[in-house]
T-cell receptor, first 117, second 116 residues
Framework: AQTVTQSQPEMSVQEAETVTLSCTYD???????LFWYKQPPSRQMILVIR??????QNATENRFSVNFQKAAKSFSLKISDSQLGDTAMYFC??????????????FGQGTILTVHP | GAVVSQHPSRVICKSGTSVKIECRSL??????MFWYRQFPKQSLMLMAT?????????EQGVEKDKFLINHASLTLSTLTVTSAHPEDSSFYIC????????????FGPGTRLTVL
């Protein structure tokens, strides 16, 4: 079974600053996907960024980028130029590619990020 | 595109009654939908995987007779909480995978269930 660990229950950052959210995972799989989801106060889950494990290049989406260290099983999210709208709970998630568990997401505990003006 | 809706968004019911929650993919077909449960400020816990035309697959510890899942079409899955009790009060979220898409899941807005 896979596990995903987010060791930072809460984080805060000043507007326009940069913040990094940590995520580690444990798996014996070699082919998988990793995700960061954002859940604002509306509770709607929003995909922030995704990474295929077979890709060495770190994914980026505008102000969001990841540091994917496959050997260390680490997948951190960096938010640059933080905005007030980034305030939300962030979840790291793992999905195995293929097999009977294909499509199932395993979520970390979440990190509440607050952006201060 | 890729919109998933849930109905109702909020429901309050009396203990012992049953409640049905609908999850619809509005602009795509979904052979697989997932149902999650989330307690306040906690993570999403997968309850079951719903497959169109077949029985749902429940995660360990989830009572299949209490949480009935039906996936009768490629755009609709329902979760029925039978004989609801206060401990069933929670936020229920569904997600769906596009039959024609890749591995990405699209999430519904969730349903807040309160059992009195």
């Amino acid at each position: 079974a896979q596990t995903v660990t987010q060791s930072q229950p809460e984080m805060s950052v000043q507007e326009a600053e940069t913040v990094t959210l940590s995520c580690t995972y444990d798996t014996s799989e070699n082919n998988y996907y990793l995700f960061w989801y954002k859940q604002p106060p509306s509770r709607q889950m929003i995909l922030v960024i995704r990474q295929e494990a077979y890709k060495q290049q770190n994914a980026t989406e505008n102000r969001f980028s990841v540091n994917f260290q496959k050997a260390a099983k680490s997948f951190s999210l960096k938010i640059s130029d933080s905005q007030l709208g980034d305030t939300a709970m962030y979840f790291c998630a793992f999905m195995k590619n293929g097999g009977t568990s294909y499509g199932k997401l395993t979520f970390g505990q979440g990190t509440i990020l607050t952006v201060h003006p | 595109g890729a919109v998933v809706s849930q109905h109702p968004s909020r429901v309050i019911c009396k203990s012992g009654t049953s409640v049905k929650i609908e999850c619809r993919s509005l602009d795509f077909q979904a052979t697989t939908m997932f149902w999650y449960r989330q307690f306040p400020k906690q993570s999403l816990m997968l309850m079951a995987t719903s497959n169109e035309g077949s029985k749902a697959t429940y995660e360990q510890g989830v009572e299949k007779d209490k949480f009935l899942i039906n996936h009768a079409s490629l755009t609709l899955s329902t979760l029925t909480v039978t004989s609801a009790h206060p401990e069933d009060s929670s936020f229920y979220i569904c997600s769906a995978r596009d039959l024609q898409g890749d591995f990405e899941q699209f999430f519904g807005p969730g349903t807040r269930l309160t059992v009195l």
